[in-house]
């Protein structure tokens, strides 16, 4: 579901530049999928790349609250969390190729001019560093025997960082040739209280931007909130702009998210982006898709969700999660309401604590260093004594180890030395080849890895197999040295390495749902095919809130 068929690759692959304006946030990521989703029902092969104009070689060092998540894929690499917008809308499984950084560009550059590479010459933008992002470019179509590619560039048009791949598009659409590429441009259409109207003009200075720098945009499509661009609006962008007025469409505010393919479907865009590119396609077929659809809307129950973080005041931090819980709602035929908890406001009073008693589920998720790990671990308590189904990712099962070992084991300092090194009970402590590791950037224990499920497991009913594979992003483990003595608490370990030598999968069979997993299984889960761990706690959280005695998965 989601995917198209694999054909063989195209004599001549063609390229659709997504740029944005006026302002960040405006759904280019979404729109680059919606496209592509619109190619892929009419039989298409496509992949997509996400140009960053940031330094950072990945985005593995930056910090969620500035950035965003860090989405991880199969083979390690640490990306734009744009990636994971397009893993889950076109099902395709991507890699580091499909995220190119000017950290990446300029490294190799500098590298391959120390080497004596140019022979020479003068290095500059023009044309060794334009040339490496399309040779980049270039490369993606080749790998991956995509029909179409799908280029997003990210910030803004304007901004300086960008222009070297605003440049890059410009030369590889001259390359090219006609028909053989295509320019969609996303801006935002204000609509002012104070007049009630959509104002076209931010548009027409985006586009007058892009113009200056020789690219003109084929499409555009218009971000508005509250309806449609009127018919007004429309003949005004495409005047000013040089467009057909066929060719501006209105993206909206949808729920779910999945929806805004078919809504620019329906507005034409599917149609016009094949004939602009010369693509004699297949009808268009939006049965699967439109069921699935149709699974997150029709649910009449609800289960609330208590997100306990420190990013919780952003939802981008966790936007994986709060995709993978969505999609674990409509196979379990509820809504998921996801309310964020800030836990240090659990440290600043502990009473607070009891506000949990208000939700159904709650889920500690991944992240790193000791703000708010305090409060995390209250919350971990209360699900435990309480009964209340919980769910722990990453640092969330570290947490879960360490409170128990404290409360149940009375290892009253028990800790993770990554939040204190001198700890005299350190359940959760660095992996063994991570003790020498200096350089922080992609030296975590990264990417897929098979884990090994103990049978008759709440793991092996979940995920139905003896033998699975997950996303990791950690440095520390659970210690060896405890494993037997956390056991006695309860604690039944029933994921692990295939060597032994890591725990995966922590449960505790006393409680109606009490599990956690040391890898990230919501970079995998799919609005079609939702994570195992996500869909169980989710049915646990409906079953105990129906009144059922134990859960059923």
Not at 269 to 281: K, Q, R, T
Not at 316 to 344: F, M, P, Q, R
Request: charged share 25%; proline share 5%; with cysteine.
């Amino acid at each position: 579901m989601g995917v198209s068929v694999v054909k063989q690759a195209s004599p001549l692959t063609k390229y659709i530049f997504i740029t944005g304006g006026v302002l960040s946030g405006l759904g280019k990521g979404l729109v680059t999928c919606s496209i592509g989703k619109a190619l892929q029902v009419r039989g298409l092969n496509v992949s997509a790349v996400k140009c960053d104009p940031y330094i950072n070689v990945d985005a593995g060092t930056m910090n969620p609250y500035i950035h965003g998540e860090v989405f991880v894929l199969d083979d390690g690499y640490e990306a734009d969390m744009d990636l994971g917008t397009y893993e889950r809308f076109l099902g395709i499984e991507l890699t580091g190729i499909n995220n190119i950084t000017s950290g990446q560009v300029y490294e190799h550059v500098i590298r391959k001019e120390r080497e004596g590479g140019y022979l020479g010459t003068c290095v500059q933008i023009i044309p060794h560093i334009t040339d490496e992002i399309k040779h980049r470019l270039r490369h993606v179509a080749e790998t991956t025997n995509a029909d179409v590619l799908l280029i997003e560039c990210g910030g803004t048009v304007g901004d300086f960082e960008g222009l070297p791949f605003l440049e890059a598009f410009r030369q590889m659409r001259m390359e090219e040739g006609r028909g053989n590429s295509l320019l969609v441009h996303v801006t935002l259409v204000p609509v002012l209280s104070a007049v009630g109207e959509p104002k076209t003009k931010p548009t027409q200075h985006s586009v007058k931007e892009l113009r200056a720098i020789g690219l003109q945009p084929d499409l555009i499509v218009a971000r508005v909130e509250g309806g449609p661009l009127n018919d007004d609006s429309k003949r005004k962008i495409a005047l000013y702009c040089s467009v057909e007025e066929r060719a501006v469409y209105s993206s909206l505010n949808v729920d779910p998210l999945y929806k805004l393919p078919m809504l620019l479907e329906e507005q034409g865009l599917g149609e016009v982006v094949c004939e602009y590119l010369g693509i004699d396609s297949e009808e268009s077929d939006w049965s699967l898709w439109s069921e699935m659809v149709e699974r997150f809307e029709s649910p009449t129950e609800t289960v609330r969700v208590a997100m306990c973080g420190k990013y919780a005041e952003l939802a981008d931090c966790y936007v994986s999660v709060n995709e993978s819980l969505k999609h674990a709602g409509a196979k379990a035929g509820c809504h998921v309401d996801i309310v964020w908890i800030e836990t240090e406001e659990f440290e600043e009073d502990p009473s607070c604590v009891a506000s949990l008693s208000a939700y159904d589920g709650i889920l500690v998720p991944g992240g790193f260093g000791h703000r708010g790990a305090e409060g995390k671990m209250l919350a971990i308590k209360y699900s435990r004594e309480e009964d209340v189904p919980f769910l722990g990712i990453c640092y969330g099962m570290q947490l879960a180890i360490v409170e128990m070992a404290r409360n149940m084991l009375g290892m009253e300092d028990a800790h993770t030395t990554e939040c204190d090194p001198d700890t005299t009970h350190p359940v959760i402590d660095l992996l063994p080849e991570q003790v020498e590791v200096e350089e922080l950037g992609g030296t975590m224990r990264l990417g897929a890895h098979t884990a090994i499920v103990k049978p008759g497991s709440l793991a092996n009913r979940l995920y139905g197999s003896t033998e699975i594979q997950e996303r990791h992003r950690h440095r520390w483990e659970v210690n060896p040295d405890f494993w037997d003595r956390l056991e006695e608490a309860g604690i039944k370990f029933t994921g692990w390495s295939p060597d032994g030598r890591l725990k995966e999968v922590m449960e505790r069979p006393d409680n109606y749902f009490f599990f956690a997993t040391q890898f990230h299984p919501e970079f995998k889960s799919r609005p079609w095919d939702a994570s195992p761990p996500y869909y169980g706690f989710i049915k646990a959280c409906l079953d105990r809130k129906r009144g059922v005695s134990e859960p059923t998965f």
